[in-house]
Nanobody, 125 residues
Framework: QVQLAESGGGSVQAGGSLRLSCTAS????????MGWFRQAPGKEREGVSC????????RYADSVKGRFTISRDNAKNTLYLQMNSLQREDTAMYYC??????????????????WGQGTQVTISS
């Protein structure tokens, strides 16, 4: 059974930082492209960042470029998202997802194979 478990969300003030983690089990982690997505109340889900199977390629939404950094540790089956200079607009439920190429890199709407349950990030001014 495949499981993706996000953690690291919370409430911080604008300008602060958070580090999200997503630990996977039940799948060959190193063979999947991984991505972070988010959904704010009343808005559609949007892509945040992607990382290739071995971490050599990344992609970021324009809104987070220069502030967020995606990384992965294949030995630990874990995906990370370091979020700095957080803004109120970053408030959302954050989800990790996995898929086969061209998942996430071709378009943000390419279907994923699996999704996590999400972790809430709330930014206050």
């Amino acid at each position: 059974q495949v499981q993706l478990a996000e953690s690291g969300g919370g409430s911080v003030q604008a300008g602060g930082s958070l580090r999200l983690s997503c630990t996977a089990s039940g799948l060959p982690f190193e063979t999947y492209v991984m991505g972070w997505f988010r959904q704010a109340p009343g808005k559609e889900r949007e892509g945040v960042s992607c990382i290739s199977t071995r971490g050599f390629s990344t992609r970021y939404a324009d809104s987070v470029k220069g502030r967020f950094t995606i990384s992965r540790d294949n030995a630990k089956n874990t995906l990370y998202l370091q979020m700095n200079s957080l803004q109120r607009e970053d408030t959302a439920m954050y989800y990790c997802a996995v898929g086969r190429a061209p998942f996430c890199f071709a378009t943000w709407t390419e279907p994923a194979n699996y999704w996590g349950q999400g972790t809430q990030v709330t930014i206050s001014s």
